[in-house]
């Protein structure tokens, strides 16, 4: 969607290896979220952040972090990728008037 | 503990017929917003509904909300095949402006 990017859109990693997927936005928006999407589970919450280095814990938060150093960017790091993190993860900013807009999504596979 | 509920959770319909997606959430909002996702895609607003009472429509599609009820329908009329995809309903529960997504609704209309 335009004004925000995800990259990269397709990952292929090992087992026990780090992962940082990246969000990327020019709508200057606060508010910046990770979702991942599995199937039956809909979408879930893993990390939000409300300002540059303000960031909270989602519904399924564990074995993931968040950093923002800038407005613009917010990263999602698995610090040691397991095979239950295969998903998509979907990037998003938010307004009350408008609701989420979404990134593009990555897909991550674990092997 | 907050849930969003939606049914039926899959829908195949015919080509002409009308039908409801029913969207339940366990908290008071006021904000509900709709989400279509088509295969390997992203998901993209369809409607924004921010008071009791609400109604959009666009096209074949028309979303409602009762917030006393905390319901939301999403109605389609005289189905054709482009409607096929999935369709999420998200509540906006005003906690660190997080929203929370119903399971989808995986619609397949038939010719």
Known sequence: DAGITQSPRHKVTETGTPVTLRCHQTENHRYMYWYRQDPGHGLRLIHYSYGVKDTDKGEV??????????????????????????????????????????????????? | ELKVEQNPLFLSMQEGKNYTIYCNYSTTSDRLYWYRQDPGKSLESLFVLLSNGAVKQE????????????????????????????????VDMSTGNQFYFGTGTSLTVIP
Request: aromatic share 10%.
């Open chain 1, 61 to 111: 938060s564990d074995g993931y972090s968040v950093s923002r150093s800038k407005t613009e960017d917010f990263l999602l790091t698995l610090e040691s990728a397991t095979s239950s993190q295969t998903s998509v993860y979907f990037c998003a900013i938010s307004s009350t008037s408008y609701g989420y807009t979404f990134g593009s999504g990555t897909r991550l596979t674990v092997v």
């Open chain 2, 59 to 90: 096209g074949r599609l028309m979303a409602s909300l009762d917030t006393k009820a905390r319901l939301s329908t999403l109605h389609i009329t005289a189905a054709v095949h482009d409607l096929s995809a999935t369709y999420f309903c998200a």
